[in-house]
């Protein structure tokens, strides 16, 4: 069983930049791939990035691609997500994610765990 526990939302304007960060139980950090995806208001939850099991691959969304960094510190069971050049429709509840498997995904039914998401707002 893993836990999650994301945490550096906050309300920020257009082009600034915010860093997420979830912190993960257990001892075998490691050997999960590691997912955001976010969710905004009437809409489905979606992929935002992914990171493989050392840090040395990672995956974007086309939406984000550019301006939002995934990486990953196993020492620290932790997982970040920095966000820059932030869009009103970057708004939404931010969620970190881990896989058991060994090949990073964009799809969400294959992550196990999830955290309880933190909020985003860019304000225009």
């Known amino acids: 069983q893993v836990q999650l526990v994301e945490s550096g939302g906050g309300l920020v304007q257009a082009g600034g930049s915010l860093r997420l960060s979830c912190v993960a139980s257990?001892?075998?950090?490691?050997?999960?791939?590691m997912g955001w995806f976010r969710q905004a208001p009437g809409k489905e939850r979606e992929f935002v990035a992914a990171v493989s099991w050392s840090g040395g691959s990672t995956y974007y969304a086309d939406s984000v691609k550019g301006r939002f960094t995934i990486s990953r510190d196993n020492a620290k069971n932790t997982v970040y997500l920095q966000m820059n050049s932030l869009k009103p429709e970057d708004t939404a509840v931010y969620y970190c994610?881990?896989?058991?498997?060994?090949?990073?995904?964009?799809?969400?039914?294959?992550?196990?765990?999830w955290g309880q998401g933190t909020q985003v707002s860019v304000s225009s």
């Open positions: 257990g001892r075998t950090f490691s050997r999960y791939v």
């Open positions: 994610a881990a896989d058991r498997s060994p090949v990073a995904t964009m799809f969400r039914s294959e992550y196990d765990y």
